[in-house]
């Protein structure tokens, strides 16, 4: 009996190896099912690159992120910034311009509108070689809001009462306790008076447009592509394919291949895309708008 077992242990041992350990293979063949690479261009190293820019801006710091790699990187040609976003958060928005228009000198960038290209999406669209609209997309709403909820009533009625002790005249401004007083007021404007005037200046300097004719392309009009283009926000009308072979033709490369965003990553976008709107519902913020 032990000859004929160590006679079929070749084939014993395989067998108990993957009853014992069955979960962690399978675990390991739908990883790599889901993350091996598909064909042989997948290993080929991308010429072009396509960043995504989607939902709520409350962070830029991924982003950016991707956006210096591909400045960094030789082997990038040119970048297709895909947007279809809301807009969201002042500094964040900012923060993506900025790292965009440093990626700009080095290499050309196009700015797509799939969607949405609204206030900080706009904003942060602005510094790209061209920017090209879906035919379909809403593009503009170049402006500045805060806004908060006055729940003093229904404090009142439950019987809640606020105490505060403070330093500094303006300390509670934003506070949802009461209705704001005017002087609160008057202080809030001047920062969002500031914060779209530097708004404006920057989409007038980057799209060669004339800063006192801001209210015809600025003060929060929302427009169609077609009147986008009018106003000179977008440069030309197409679809996904259109805004590719733009890029295409812009960085030179003869033979194009593209990055193909990591499954899991895309996942993660997703998600965090979702815990933005749900935190920018219940804690609103100076956003641009």
């Known amino acids: 009996m032990q000859r004929l077992k160590k006679i079929l242990l070749p084939i014993t041992a395989p067998i108990g190896f993957i ?12 990883l790599f099912i ?8 997948d290993l080929t190293p991308n010429n072009l ?4 820019l989607v939902g709520p801006i409350m962070d830029a710091t991924e982003i950016v ?17 895909s947007v279809d976003s809301p807009g969201g958060a002042v500094a964040p928005s900012v923060e993506i311009a900025y790292a965009i228009r440093r990626l700009k000198a080095k290499k050309p960038v196009v700015a797509y509108a799939k969607g949405t290209m609204a206030s900080g999406s706009y904003y942060s669209s602005i510094w790209a070689t061209e920017i090209i609209s879906n035919p379909g997309s809403m593009i503009g709403s170049i402006g500045v809001i805060m806004q908060g909820a006055d729940l003093s009533e229904i404090m009142s009625k439950i ?11 303006y300390k509670k401004i934003g506070t949802p306790d009461r209705a704001w007083t005017d002087y609160e007021v008057n202080e809030l404007n001047k920062v969002i008076q500031g ?10 300097d980057a799209r060669s447009l004339d800063i006192t ?4 392309y600025a003060n929060a009009h ?26 295409k033709e812009l960085s030179g490369v003869q033979k194009a291949v593209w990055n193909k965003e990591d499954k899991f990553d895309k996942l993660m976008k997703k998600l965090s895309a979702t815990t933005a709107v749900t935190l920018s519902t219940y804690f609103p913020n100076l956003v641009l708008k």
């Not at 009853?19 to 739908?30: R, V």
């Not at 019987?159 to 505060?164: D, E, R």
């Not at 779209?196 to 920057?202: C, L």
């Open 19 to 30: 009853q014992n350990h069955f979960k962690a293979m399978l675990f390991l063949l739908l």
């Open 213 to 216: 004719k801001r209210d015809l």
């Open 195 to 204: 914060t779209y005037d530097m708004f404006t200046k920057d989409v007038a």
């Open 222 to 247: 929302i427009f169609t592509a077609v009147q986008a283009m009018e106003v000179g926000l977008v440069d030309k009308l197409g679809v996904a394919y259109d805004a590719k072979k733009r890029v």
């Open 34 to 41: 889901l993350f091996a690479p598909q064909s042989e261009q």
């Open 65 to 81: 992120n991707e956006i210096n790699k591909a400045a960094r990187n030789n082997n990038i040609k040119g970048v297709l910034l």
């Open 159 to 169: 019987g809640i009462k606020t105490q505060t002790i403070q330093a500094g005249k």
């Open 49 to 52: 690159q396509e960043i995504r």
